[in-house]
């Protein structure tokens, strides 16, 4: 059971309504009445940002599941707020809430751009291509005042490095023309993520991402500057945005995307029971009916977090959702598989001074 909302903490616009501790605590707060109820004014609960200086800012995986094995996360947390964010757990790992704390509690790593060209330039680095956003979304709010992208951008661009990205915020549309001159090369391609048309609904699962038209701008535009753009429908969530998915698709096949994905629901550690009690909170007539459905998904759990399973679900409904996908995704002209990305270019820029080559 989660712990109820601090009374002294006024919310706005954010997806958790409280602050339960992560699964590493080894102690648990509660809080008692002291049987004074003196009315007193509430604090808006504000986002704060600390800063984070890594040794190194790119991150190898070996999953099975995922076809890259690079990432880069400008961020820990994000403000986007959705409450489903399977990367909420990763809090944890700070003694901070996947809750309120992952929202609200932001840390950025300013000198990526500096760490990454460090690493690029190392003499056993082998190109393929980086993963931006794996994690949290690097053009959350932000990043607007922080400016941490554009710095990486640059550095990809300068050394031929080819990069893909996926987000849901239009400050990528502040970075076009960095985007557009690496997808002129083959060297870089956006996922843009799209969970529903629906803007009050959208509003209440993404409190602080931009709305659904904008996404649909931000694939427009992007597509129109020559940028490779897949939609990704993710997450499907039975009985909420799952009816909505042939919509989805043709909206965003409207609006210039050439390639689509599609996961479902997933509800790691502690993010199930946020979900569940946003479900009370925001649908409370349908939050049965959505967690039958999720867990006949996930063999009769909340979560299946088996490689192979948990980015496709299985069983009947799993199997349903694929292949209306599937079918939708043939009949809108949409291509298979992701563009390929040059890696042959890849080199260190020139540096004043250095000798020019004859060829």
């Not at 760490?115 to 690097?138: C, H, V």
């Not at 990205?165 to 843009?192: I, N």
């Not at 977090?305 to 599937?326: M, N, V, Y």
Request: proline letters at 9%; a positive charge; one cysteine or more.
């Amino acid at each position: 059971m989660l712990p109820p909302r601090n009374p002294d903490q006024r919310l706005k616009a954010r997806g958790a309504d409280t602050r339960p501790e992560g699964r590493f605590e080894s102690k648990h707060r509660i809080r008692e009445s002291d049987g004074w109820d003196i009315p007193e004014e509430q604090d808006l609960l504000r986002t704060e940002v600390t800063t984070e200086r890594p040794r190194s800012i790119i991150t190898r995986n070996t999953s099975p599941d995922i076809s890259f094995d690079r990432s880069i996360n400008p961020y820990r947390g994000c403000e986007h707020g959705c409450i489903y964010c399977y990367a909420r757990p990763s809090h944890a790992y700070f003694g901070l809430s996947p809750g309120l704390d992952f929202e609200t509690r932001i840390i950025a790593k300013p000198e990526a751009a500096e760490l990454l060209e460090r690493e690029l330039g190392r003499p056993s680095y082998r190109p393929a291509p980086i993963a931006l956003g794996t994690n949290t979304d690097p053009y959350q709010p932000v990043e607007a005042k922080l400016a941490i992208m554009p710095g990486i951008l640059r550095v990809l661009r300068d050394w031929n490095h080819p990069v893909t990205l996926v987000t849901r915020g239009q400050m990528v549309l502040r970075d076009l023309d960095l985007w557009a001159e690496m997808a002129a090369r083959d060297q870089a391609a956006v996922g843009v993520s799209l969970t529903t048309l629906d803007a009050d609904l959208a509003r209440a699962l993404e409190p602080r991402a931009p709305a659904p038209a904008t996404r649909l701008r931000m694939i427009r535009e992007l597509s129109r500057a020559g940028v490779p753009v897949r939609v990704m429908i993710a997450p499907v969530i039975p009985v909420l945005t799952e009816p909505e998915i042939e919509r989805l698709l043709a909206a965003a096949a409207e609006a210039g995307a050439t390639t689509a994905s599609m996961i479902p629901l997933r509800l790691p550690h502690e993010v199930a029971p946020l979900f569940r009690d946003w479900l009370e909170r925001h649908r409370p007539g349908m939050a049965a009916h959505v967690m039958n459905r999720v867990q006949a998904m996930r063999g009769g759990r909340d979560n299946d977090p088996r490689f192979g399973h948990r980015f496709r679900g299985e069983g009947i409904e799993a199997q349903l959702a694929l292949q209306r996908f599937r079918l939708a995704r043939r009949r809108l002209g949409y291509r298979e598989g992701s563009p390929a990305l040059d890696c042959s270019r890849f080199g260190p820029p020139p540096r004043a001074g250095d000798q020019l080559s004859l060829f």
